[in-house]
Each structure stands twice: as C-alpha cells, then as structure tokens.
C-alpha cells in the first residue's frame, strides 16, 4: 500500500488549508498522507486543531529549511 502524499509547494495559505482538508476528509480512518510544503505548514496543525480536533496524527518527518514534510494520520475515535 502507497501513502498519499500531497505536495502544496507554491500554493496560497488558504488554498493549502482547503486542499489538505479535502485530502484528509478523504482518508480512510487509520491511514496516512504524507504533506509536502515549502515552509513550515504549522498553519495547516491549526486549522486541523480547529476544525478536526482529536481526529489526526500530525509528526513532523522533513523540517527545512528547504522542504518539510509532515506525516497525517486519521485517528481511531475510541468511544465508551
């Protein structure tokens, strides 16, 4: 199985933010993508801190200063 990995290079902060969205929505529970940027995407933890809060995995694989790279993963809810 190949990890999806999204590539945002060159794209606007918003456009970033909506196309990782999208991506991460798409996943099946428990499976990764891999994000590739060209600055730190810390904007993109926060909108997934606001918007999908307890439902991701973020670790940092790549950090600069050229390229980093950071693995998202779609939690397993557990509920009691």
């Known amino acids: 199985m190949s990890i999806l990995q999204i ?5 606007e902060i918003n456009d970033i933010n909506d196309v990782v969205l999208r991506t991460f929505d798409s996943l099946p529970v428990g499976e990764k993508m891999v994000l590739i940027n060209d600055t730190d995407p ?3 933890f ?3 801190e606001e918007k999908r809060f307890g439902k991701f995995e973020w670790e940092y694989i790549e950090e600069g ?3 980093w790279k950071v693995s998202l993963a779609k939690k397993y809810l557990n509920y009691i």
């Open 65 to 67: 200063p050229d390229v």
């Open 7 to 11: 590539d945002t290079c060159g794209y």
């Open 46 to 48: 926060n909108q997934l």
């Open 42 to 44: 810390s904007h993109v």
